[in-house]
Every structure is written in C-alpha cells, then in structure tokens.
C-alpha cells in the first residue's frame, strides 16, 4: 500500500530539518522532526513503508526500521496530515524504540507535536495545551456577576481567576459580558463558578437590580441551560 | 477622540471628565489622530449617573460591561483595546511575551498568564535590563521587537495589582531591537536553573502558542516566527527564584 501526504489547508514551513505544519482547518499546529519530517515528504503515493524506509535509510546513512516508518505514518494520520491511515494494526511507539535500539540504528526516531493555536481570546489566557473541551456561547449573550478586582483571564478563559481575591481594595460587584469567543475550559470548578456568576446576574435582573430587557433575560436564562446541558458529568 | 496605535485606529466616545479618568487605560504609544476611516468604537457612559460613578462600556454594538467602577472599567477597558490592537494591528504581529533589552538586543520571554513572565522581568529589569514590556511583544515585519510599555503587573491568585516597587515607565520612546534570547520558563517553587536549548522548530512552536492573531493570519505569522526562531538562540527551563533567573539570563547574551 503506497501513501499520500495531505496538502490541502496546510502552511508548511521548514525549520532547519523540520518542519512547522499548519492546519487551517483546525487550527492545529505540528512540529515534525527530522524523520518525520522526511517520512511525509516521501509520502507521494510511489512507496510502501519498506521502500520508504529504504530510501530513507539512505539519506540518513543508517537503517531505517520500516516499522519505525509506519509508527511515523501512524502518527501523521492521526496528525490528519496524510489522506488515509496506514493499514494494518498501529505499531506501539515503545515497540518501534525497542526494535531501533536493537538495531542500533542512527536515525532519531519519528516526532510528531500537536498544539492546538490559540484563540484571539486567549490573549490572556494559559491555553495553547493539546486540545481541550471548552464552554461553548458562540451566539449567546450572557452576563456573569463577580466581585473585583479580577480582570484579564477572567474576561476570556481561566473563570476561576474571575472569583475576585482578597485584596486592599474591598471587593465590588460589576457585570461584565461574557465574549461570546470566551475560552473557558470545561472543567468542574470552571463550570461550578460560571453557573454561579449567571445565575446571580440572572438574579439581579429578575429583581430589578440590574437593568435588562425581557429579550436579555429570556438569552440569559437560555445561556445558563446551555452552560448546565454542556456540564452534565464534569467531575 | 480618535487614538492611534499600532496601526490600529480606536474611536472613544464618552463626556470629557470620564474620558479622562479612562486615559490610564489607552494603550501605551497611543497618538491622537484626526484621520478618518474605520475606527473600532468604544463608547463609556454612566450607568446610573445618581448611583454614583459606574460605567458601561460598549464596544460597537455589543456590551462589554456594566457597573463597573472607574478602576475596574478602566481594566476592562484597557483589556479590550489592548487585545483589539493585538488582533488588528497590520504591521505588527503580537506575542504573548515579556520582552527587556539587553546589550542591544531583546530577550524574549513567551508565556501565558501566570507562567510568572512579569515577575521575572521585573527582575531583569532591577538587574540592568531595559523595560520593553511585561505582557505582549509586538514584532514589526522586520523581525524587530518594540516595546509595549505599560506598568508591570504582577498577580497576586486570581488578580491583578500595579506592581508598587516599579513606577510607571516614562513615555520615552526605546528603539525597536532585533530578537538575541528566547526564553521559555514558567515558575515552580525551588526549582534549579538547567537551560537546556531548543531547536528552531520547537523555538517556533513554544512562539506559536503564544501569537495572538494566528488564526487570522497564519501564513503571515509563520514566516515571521520561522525568522526569529532562526535568528536567537532558545532556552527552555523552570524556574526557582526570579532574581537568580534573571542574573543566568543576561549571562546568556
């Protein structure tokens, strides 16, 4: 079975002897080593693992395990850079390390790194980890109440740091909106406060203590079951 | 009142008394400029004028905040314009960095909120190193660093206060400086400095998760990160004490 490299939506960059890819489609972000790096460029739809590994060897002036070639084209699939998966079963990465350092191959074994690119709205936020689950309120509007000073990440991501702190200042309530690109991970604690948040500020304009039209409490009511369906089972 | 900066033109619209009070939160190197054209808009009112002075804030048509006493609108204002900037700005593309000078060249520090970045150039700074900012790094298509100078902030759990032992930078102007250290650290209580260095590829991916606009503008942003990463040595490593960490950098250049 020959295998072809996926060119569509990706920017690639070479790095010394690796190579930055980007998806535009995902917005995932691959750092591939030397030898991965190689293995995808030979991945033209002529060769087989064997003949890859054969090819490559040459070029690296050492051995190349074809089952390191395949663990590499494991991980590129899974990477979504190539058109199809290779067949048969995966080759465990520790299998394909003990099988080179019995051959005592030169070449370094195939990396593939993934990051997920962050968002505009982590400016201010730690993200950027492999992919993670977010709250979702794309095309609602929502309000949170919290107690200040607490700015920043509390804005886009990272609610917990929203919950205010003790401080000099003495804690004062604001509503703020929350973007509806805000990336906020969800996780227990994250979903525990924001549901808080909305829900007293969906208080407050029940009660009159904060101005809102019926449209504005009726999307706000609509964004906390959207919140409470999303976080069912977080633990 | 229009505003410059970056490339990126604000219109703010709000009375006289509480656009002043706002000033401290337009962006560092910010002009006035009469030109016309496209603006991003925010407008600050006061939500209940007889409450006392808390404001709402607007950016276009969308509510950004409401009731918000001048300190705390001040922040949220100054959040917003700050990420609109590194969003929009067409000449500059923004890291999340910390970024000093030293020996004519700039350190650069990349890392998220709470990675400890404003500790450690608060360090660098009191150990001889030029301020160019704690927070964002914008790099002009040239692959020079400017400065984006505004009081370090350091955090306490869960916030944020104007560091006390650092006045305000002045307003004078640094030049932009070529990239000669890039560090990729983060705090951890007792940890031991041991750099190890990073190939040019993975210099450029601990740079990626740190571009604000790359999903806009990826293709722009890879050939510059690819540039700078080609361009400075890397270092990665965890971090014990700032002070110590400051003094192993700056032997590093």
């Known amino acids: 079975m020959t295998y072809h490299a996926r060119t569509n939506h990706l920017l690639v960059e070479s790095i010394g002897d690796e190579l930055l890819v980007y998806d535009r489609l995902n917005h995932h972000a691959h750092r591939l080593n030397r030898t991965a790096a190689l293995v995808w460029r030979h991945c033209e739809g002529k060769r087989d693992p064997r003949e890859i590994a054969a090819e490559l060897g040459a070029t690296l002036g050492c051995t190349l395990d074809p089952r390191a070639v395949t663990a590499a084209l494991d991980d590129l699939a899974g990477a979504g850079l190539m058109e199809q998966a290779p067949a048969g079963p995966r080759v465990s990465r520790a299998h394909v390390v003990r099988a080179l350092k019995a051959a005592a191959v030169g070449a370094a074994l195939p990396a593939v790194v993934t990051i997920v690119a962050p968002a505009p709205a982590e400016a201010d936020s730690p993200t950027a980890q492999p992919a993670k689950k977010t709250i979702d309120l794309r095309g609602k509007e929502a309000f949170v109440l919290g107690v200040t000073p607490a700015t920043g990440p509390g804005l886009v991501g990272g609610i917990t740091a929203f919950t205010g702190f003790p401080g000099s200042t003495p804690p004062v309530l604001v509503t703020v909106h929350i973007p509806p690109d805000a990336d906020i991970e969800l996780n227990a604690e994250n979903c525990q406060n924001l549901l808080k948040m909305m829900q007293d500020a969906l208080d407050r304009m029940m009660t009159g203590g904060l101005a809102a039209s019926q449209m504005q409490i009726q999307s706000q009511r609509d964004a906390i079951q959207s919140v409470k369906d999303q976080c069912k089972g977080v633990h | ?253």
């Open chain 2, 1 to 253: 009142m229009r505003l410059r900066s970056f490339g990126v033109t604000f219109e703010i619209v709000a009375a006289r008394d509480v656009a002043g009070a706002l000033a401290p939160a337009f962006p560092p190197h910010a002009t006035r400029t009469a030109c016309e054209g496209r603006a991003l808009r925010f407008s600050v009112g006061l939500a209940h004028p007889d409450r006392g002075r808390l404001m709402t804030i607007h950016r276009g048509r969308r509510t950004i905040c409401r009731d918000a006493p001048l300190v705390v609108a001040r922040d949220i204002l100054e959040h917003a314009l700050r990420r609109a900037i590194a969003v929009s700005s067409p000449h500059h593309l923004f890291l999340h960095a910390g970024v000093v000078g030293w020996k004519g060249r700039a350190i650069l520090i990349p890392g998220h909120s709470f990675s400890g970045k404003s500790t450690l150039v608060q360090a660098l700074v009191a150990a001889g190193a030029t301020y160019y900012s704690d927070e964002l790094a914008p790099v002009g298509d040239d692959g020079l660093v400017h400065a984006y100078r505004r009081p370090i902030a350091l955090r306490t759990h869960g916030g944020a206060f104007a560091s006390p032992s650092l006045p305000a930078p002045r307003a004078q102007s640094v030049k932009p400086l070529p990239v000669g250290l890039i560090v990729c650290t983060r705090y951890r209580e007792n940890a031991a400095w041991a750099p190890q260095e990073l190939t040019s590829a993975e210099a450029a991916m601990e740079l990626l998760a740190n571009t604000i606009p790359i999903r806009a503008r990826p293709r722009r942003a890879l050939r510059l990160l690819k540039r700078l990463a080609l361009g400075a040595p890397a270092h990665r490593s965890e971090r014990g004490e700032a002070r110590d960490a400051a003094r192993e950098i700056l032997r590093m250049i």
